[in-house]
């Protein structure tokens, strides 16, 4: 159940952050290449939406796992 409290937009900015999170609990250091393979997938399907959003996920999974490598 959504939380009224929210601004939509401001939720949404934070999904690719959240199935970043969502990714790395699940396939660990794999991660960011299981975003790439549903961006690959969703392009063959013509979804360019969900493949740039997919992207994006991939890009967050790329610069979290800098981020622990620099510090």
């Known amino acids: 159940m959504p939380n009224n409290c929210q601004h939509p937009q401001a939720t949404a900015a934070l999904g690719p952050e959240i199935m970043a999170i969502v990714l790395e609990a699940q396939h660990g250091l794999y ?41």
């Open 31 to 71: 991660a960011a290449e299981v975003a790439d393979l549903f961006t690959g997938l969703h392009t063959n399907l013509g979804d360019e939406s969900r493949s740039r959003a997919w992207a994006g996920v991939a890009e967050h999974n790329r610069h979290r796992e800098c981020e622990r490598l620099e510090g």
